[in-house]
């Protein structure tokens, strides 16, 4: 799953989560608008701090495991390289 992926998301549509899930979520007492607007607004927040820290995770991840171990792997070898050595690369 790509960052730009995760950004793209949207919430899904309010009406729909409301009637899938306002059955279980809503106390039978409360006037039914009333619930939706704060099962809305609580699923919202919910979803866009979930995006929020899947974001931040997606950051982390790329800077250990792709910017650290580079800067790992080319301090390895510079330690390795001597004056007069062929160094062979590759690259897309």
Same mark, same amino acid.
């Given at each position: 799953?790509?960052?730009? !992926?995760v950004e793209?998301?949207?919430? *899904? @549509? &309010?009406? $729909?989560?409301? %009637?899938a899930? /306002? @059955?279980?979520?809503?106390? =039978?007492? /409360? @006037?039914?608008? &009333?619930c939706r607007?704060v +099962? $809305?607004?609580?699923?919202? $927040? +919910?979803?866009?701090?979930?995006?929020?820290?899947?974001?931040?995770?997606l950051k982390? +991840?790329v !800077?250990?495991? &792709?910017? /650290? $171990?580079?800067?790992?792997?080319?301090?390895?070898? =510079? %330690?390795? *390289?001597?004056?007069?050595?062929?160094?062979?690369?590759?690259g !897309?």
């Amino acid at each position: 799953m790509s960052k730009k !992926r995760v950004e793209k998301h949207q919430n *899904i @549509p &309010i009406i $729909a989560a409301t %009637t899938a899930l /306002l @059955p279980q979520w809503c106390n =039978c007492t /409360l @006037p039914c608008n &009333i619930c939706r607007q704060v +099962f $809305a607004c609580v699923l919202n $927040a +919910f979803l866009f701090q979930a995006k929020e820290q899947l974001i931040s995770s997606l950051k982390e +991840f790329v !800077r250990v495991n &792709i910017v /650290l $171990a580079g800067e790992a792997i080319s301090e390895s070898a =510079c %330690t390795k *390289i001597n004056d007069g050595d062929v160094v062979m690369v590759y690259g !897309r």
